[in-house]
């Protein structure tokens, strides 16, 4: 079975600092997509950026990028300059697709809080 | 370009009631999924549906059902409400059921047993 860990349920931040999520994932599988979401209190998931597995450059979206590690089955998530909107529940997700099905497998979560 | 619209956006039920829930997706996206999240849980996936029909279905049971109408639209009813089913319910859109197509979350509806 798939699964997703985020080992930190709380973090912070100073505003305009550097942070980084870490979230391990177990799978068998060779082909995958690996993401991560933002909740913020609206609740609203948003995506933040994703990773396809057989890509080995590592994604990045602005101030967001990762770190890959397909061998050690880890996915963390660098946020640089952090600002105040950046606090939210950041979530780990794993997806894999079978015959045109597909279903997210999500990690427990790590609370944010940008600290002014 | 409307995003995902979930209703009602809070729900407050009684032990043993039934609930439906509804969300339609982004105009043009067929596939429809549903998740729970609680705090203890985190997300867990429910259901998918594309083209009206159940294409996946998650370890929860029998009590959890949905279903897609010809215009993606999809509902998901819980019957004989308990205490343990109080969570955000989620639901994601995608185009299809490709890999590449992107996933959009609703804001969710809170539903609260008592």
């Known amino acids: 079975a798939q699964t997703v860990t985020q080992s930190q349920p709380e973090m912070s931040v100073q505003e305009a600092e550097t942070v980084t999520l870490s979230c391990t994932y177990d799978?068998?599988?060779?082909?995958?997509?690996l993401f991560w979401y933002k909740q913020p209190p609206s609740r609203q998931m948003i995506l933040v950026i994703r990773?396809?597995?057989?890509?080995?450059q590592n994604a990045t979206e602005n101030r967001f990028s990762v770190n890959f590690q397909k061998a050690a089955k880890s996915f963390s998530l660098k946020i640089s300059d952090s600002q105040l909107g950046d606090t939210a529940m950041y979530f780990c997700?794993?997806?894999?697709?079978?015959?045109?099905?597909?279903?997210?497998?999500f990690g427990t979560g790590t609370r944010l809080k940008v600290l002014a | 370009k409307a995003g995902v619209t979930q209703t009602p956006r809070y729900l407050i039920k009684t032990r043993g009631q039934q609930v439906t829930l509804s969300c339609s997706p982004i105009?043009?996206?067929?596939?429809v999924s549903w998740y729970q999240q609680t705090p203890g849980q985190g997300l867990q996936f429910l259901f998918e549906?594309?083209?009206?029909?159940?294409?996946n279905k998650g370890n929860f049971p029998g009590r959890f059902s949905g279903r897609q109408f010809s215009n993606s639209r999809s509902e998901m009813n819980v019957s004989t409400l308990e205490l343990g089913d109080s969570a955000l319910y989620l639901c994601?859109?995608?185009?299809?059921?490709?890999?590449?197509?992107?996933?959009?979350f609703g804001q969710g509806t809170r539903l609260t047993v008592v």
């Open positions: 994601a859109s995608r185009r299809n059921t490709g890999i590449k197509a992107e996933a959009f």
């Open positions: 799978t068998s599988e060779n082909n995958y997509y």
């Open positions: 990773q396809e597995a057989y890509k080995q």
């Open positions: 997700a794993f997806m894999k697709t079978t015959s045109g099905t597909y279903k997210y497998i």
């Open positions: 105009s043009g996206h067929r596939s």
């Open positions: 549906y594309f083209s009206e029909t159940q294409r």
